[in-house]
């Protein structure tokens, strides 16, 4: 596609709810990248995929959040049973580069999540 | 890991003033330099971004320079217009795969 697409644009979840967040990468782009970011602050990197590999997941702030990007393309961030401080919006990126090229992102428009 | 620091948190300039925004960085492995705008309630995108062998980039109104050797990067925006008027994020990349740690943003505010 054109950019990168994410949905739902919006998710309200009770406490205790798990979600699913979908990213549609630009067609081609072998980096993928999954961002977390609070109201007022920067972008915190959450995981990063080079195709369908899942190259660095440091930044997941814990075991009820899970990534996948099963064939190298649509990417999903599943958030189990879901707390306040999970509210943010969560920004995908994807990037032409792979190992060892730094080439700039493109977000998309994110989702916000707010955990009610 | 990499922390970035980034400064002011707000600025304020008058119409066709110039805008400085400072951002240092610890990792002295990192050498991509990206700087993002973000207006309210939209994506961030890459406006320039700049590499570790080269010490100043420009277009247009933007420019960024880099210090390797302090560990300083920064933005400058000449001729600012309303439509400047957003979040600027500097960011850092040290990665091999460039994984990108964000600075906390400036809110530049272009007064007409």
Redesign the interface.
């Known amino acids: 596609g054109a950019g990168v697409s994410q949905s739902p644009r919006y998710k309200v979840a009770k406490r205790g709810q798990d979600v699913a967040l979908r990213c549609d990468p630009i067609s081609g782009h072998v980096s993928l990248f999954w961002y977390q970011q609070a109201l007022g602050q920067g972008p915190e990197f959450l995981t990063y995929f080079q195709n369908e590999a899942q190259l660095d997941k440091s930044g997941l702030p814990s075991d009820r959040f899970f990534a996948e990007r099963p064939e190298g393309s649509v990417s999903t961030l599943k958030i189990q049973r879901t707390q306040q401080e999970d509210s943010a919006v969560y920004l995908c990126a994807s990037s032409l580069g792979g190992l060892m090229t730094n080439y700039g992102y493109t977000f998309g428009s994110g989702t916000r999540l707010t955990v009610v | 890991g990499e922390n970035v620091e980034?400064h002011p948190s707000t600025l304020s300039v008058q119409e066709g003033d110039s805008a400085v925004i400072k951002c240092t960085y610890s990792d002295s492995a990192s050498?991509?330099f990206?700087w993002?705008k973000q207006e309210l309630g939209?994506?961030?995108?890459?406006i320039i971004?700049i590499?570790s062998n080269v010490g100043e980039k420009k277009d247009q109104r933007i420019a960024v320079t880099l210090n390797k050797t302090a560990k300083h990067f920064s933005l400058h925006i000449t001729e600012t217009q309303p439509e400047d008027s957003a979040v600027y994020?500097c960011?850092a990349?040290s990665?091999?795969?460039?994984?990108?740690?964000?600075?906390?943003?400036t809110k530049l505010q272009v007064i007409p």
């Open positions: 980034q050498n991509y990206p993002y939209k994506r961030p995108q890459l971004d590499r994020f960011a990349s990665g091999g795969y460039q994984k990108v740690t964000f600075g906390t943003g």
